[in-house]
């Protein structure tokens, strides 16, 4: 995660003052792309935000008062920390052991990895993530998305969740203290 200084589009006049802005993440569920609210609220000038490596779109938008002749209102979108190639090979991909929440502050996808606790922005950062607790740098992940060792990862942590959720159902099944649960007949 690396923050930015986000000033909107130069060539529109950048972010008025006091200017609405909504910043959201692109997200697949596997079929198509999905928008997930990351940050909204009223800014002037600039923003410094924290975001994960993905695709972003905004829109700013100033009411003008009433007797002004136009409102200000535009829409964009940009990369932060991948380029488009990237993009289009990890947009469908899922992380597996992620679980995704809805904040105040917008959507998080928080690492279900065994005593890590980290939250991402979007779904490519948590991928990112997830793959370096198996071994793969976020760089020799990027360079090949879809090669033999990434795809090793993908299957390794397909597992690593599978097996969290068994244990994770044989333990809710002898209760709190590991022995069986008392029958509810008496």
Request: net charge positive; proline share 5%.
């Amino acid at each position: 995660m690396a923050t930015i200084l986000f000033k909107g589009d130069p060539d529109q006049g950048g972010i008025p003052y006091k200017a609405n802005v909504r910043i959201e993440t692109l997200a697949s569920n596997g079929r198509k792309v999905l928008r997930r609210l990351i940050y909204t609220g009223k800014v002037s000038d600039s923003l410094s935000i924290d975001l994960d490596p993905g695709k972003y779109v905004y829109s700013i938008t100033k009411l003008l008062p009433e007797g002004e002749p136009d409102n200000c209102c535009y829409v964009g979108s940009f990369m932060h920390e991948i380029d488009a190639k990237t993009w289009k090979l990890l947009q469908f991909m899922q992380p597996s052991m992620v679980r995704a929440i809805h904040t105040t502050d917008g959507v998080r996808w928080n690492c279900q990895f065994p005593g890590c606790r980290r939250e991402s922005t979007s779904a490519v950062g948590a991928l990112i993530h997830e793959v370096s607790h198996f071994g793969l740098t976020k760089e020799e992940f990027l360079a090949d998305p879809k090669g033999l060792r990434s795809r090793e990862i993908r299957i390794q942590a397909d597992q690593t969740n599978k097996k969290m959720a068994a244990d994770k159902a044989v333990k809710g099944a002898r209760g709190p203290l590991g022995g069986k649960r008392a029958s509810p007949r008496g």
